[in-house]
């Protein structure tokens, strides 16, 4: 059974930096595109980045490009979200996904697995 599980979430001030992880199960999603997302409250869940199977391709939301990064360690098989310069608009719950496909996705509907969430707030 493929596992996702998101960490590193929590408060920080305006200006700020995180960084988020995502622990994946190396046998299926590690030759998987993955893509972090983002919901706030009452809003639809959006695309933040991607990127593809060897870590060389990297796609963003106009939103965060020049802000965050995303990184992948296949040795350790985890994904990372490197935030940062944060903005009280940044305040969300990310998700980490996987998506069966060579490149990058934007699209929600295109990413087979899902982690549970980790909550990130941004205070002004």
């Known amino acids: 059974q493929v596992q996702l599980v998101e960490s590193g979430g929590g408060l920080v001030q305006a200006g700020g930096s995180l960084r988020l992880s995502c622990a994946h199960s190396?046998?299926?999603?590690?030759?998987?595109?993955m893509g972090w997302f983002r919901q706030a409250p009452g809003k639809e869940r959006n695309f933040v980045a991607s990127?593809?199977?060897?870590?060389?391709?990297?796609l963003y939301a106009d939103s965060v490009k020049g802000r965050f990064t995303i990184s992948r360690n296949k040795a350790e098989n985890t994904v990372y979200l490197q935030m940062t310069s944060l903005k009280p608009d940044d305040t969300a719950v990310y998700y980490c996904?996987?998506?069966?496909?060579?490149?990058?996705?934007?699209?929600?509907?295109?990413?087979?697995?899902w982690g549970q969430g980790t909550q990130v707030t941004v205070s002004s």
């Open positions: 990127i593809n199977w060897s870590g060389s391709i990297t």
């Open positions: 190396a046998r299926t999603v590690g030759t998987s595109t």
């Open positions: 996904a996987a998506a069966p496909y060579v490149d990058p996705r934007r699209t929600a509907s295109e990413y087979a697995f």
